[in-house]
């Protein structure tokens, strides 16, 4: 078995790092090999121990220090530099061996995915590997319809990215009352069911729609709950159909018509 590197991203706060640590306790329950890469050079705290850092080569608090940048001029640039480490983080990874590999990744999202740091450093470490995504929204700030499509549309973007396959997840679902559960849960199941829900907003058209509804029925949210435990199995089953499936896998979820 190859090694299968697993990028965690999501939006801050999300849950990416405690997802990270949980995930790699259940395959672990598994007994499937596991280990993980903290990718975030900013984190101060970490709660679990990752076998590669790169807050070795690169440190976000000291970045700040000797260049006097401000927070996000920092993380810029402390992902900018980490280019520079690259063989080294790659042949860290190499040494972990093979099974899964979880990439917990910068809190700063778009610092990461839409700068050509982040692609960069994906593309390079994914050249001899197989990859995917991981997709990580957060369940409780979904007060209405247009709070899912705008993670959805998150969530699809990053897709179209980094051109990986990709499990989506909506974390925290610990945190829901019993009824905003049962409410999600009809909207990631049932596209027309959400299709009603957005249109009753009158903010969208139809034709808006389309897009984030093929993208809903592709690559349906699974729900979980890092605290708690919950959808492991379904998000392993997903992602594993992607270690082993590949190519196959990957053209049979790709979203564009007729490939
Ligand atoms: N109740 C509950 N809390 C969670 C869950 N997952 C994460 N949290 C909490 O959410 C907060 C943020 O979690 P992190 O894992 O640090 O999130 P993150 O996406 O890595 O954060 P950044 O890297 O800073 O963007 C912490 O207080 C976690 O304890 C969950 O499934 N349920
Ligand atoms: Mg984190």
């Not at 984190?43 to 940048?69: A, C, G, Q």
């Not at 960069?120 to 209405?144: M, N, P």
Request: aromatic letters at 10%; proline letters at 5%; a negative charge.
């Amino acid at each position: 078995m190859r090694q299968f590197l697993v990028y965690i991203v999501g939006p801050a706060g999300a849950g990416k790092s405690s997802f990270t640590e949980a995930f790699r306790d259940w395959l672990k329950s598994q007994e499937t090999p596991v280990s993980c890469v903290n990718l975030d050079p900013a984190v101060e705290n970490l709660n679990y121990d990752p076998e590669v850092d790169v807050r070795e080569y690169v440190f976000t608090r000291e970045i700040m220090d000797k260049y006097s940048l401000g927070p996000n001029g920092a993380i810029i640039a402390s992902m900018d530099l980490l280019l520079e480490h690259l063989a080294r983080i790659d042949s860290k990874i190499e040494e972990l061996g093979e099974g899964y590999v979880l990439i917990d990744t910068p809190g700063q999202m778009e610092i990461f995915a839409f700068r050509k740091s982040g692609k960069y450093l994906v593309e390079a470490l994914c050249r001899e590997r197989r990859c995917a995504t991981v997709f990580l929204g957060d369940s409780v700030i979904v007060d209405r319809p247009g709070d899912l499509l705008s993670q959805l549309m998150m969530a699809a973007s990053i897709y179209y990215r980094f051109s990986l396959p990709m499990t989506t997840v909506l974390n925290k679902i610990d945190l829901l009352s019993p009824p905003e559960r049962e409410r999600l849960e009809r909207w990631v199941s049932s596209p027309e069911t959400f299709e009603e829900a957005v249109m009753a907003e009158k903010f969208f058209t139809r034709n808006m729609f389309i897009s984030i509804k093929d993208f809903l029925e592709t690559l349906p949210p699974i729900l979980v709950s890092s605290k708690k435990f919950i959808g492991f199995e379904e998000v392993y089953v997903h992602l594993h159909g992607i270690y082993m499936g590949g190519e196959d896998f990957e053209r049979t979820t790709s979203l564009v018509e007729g490939e």
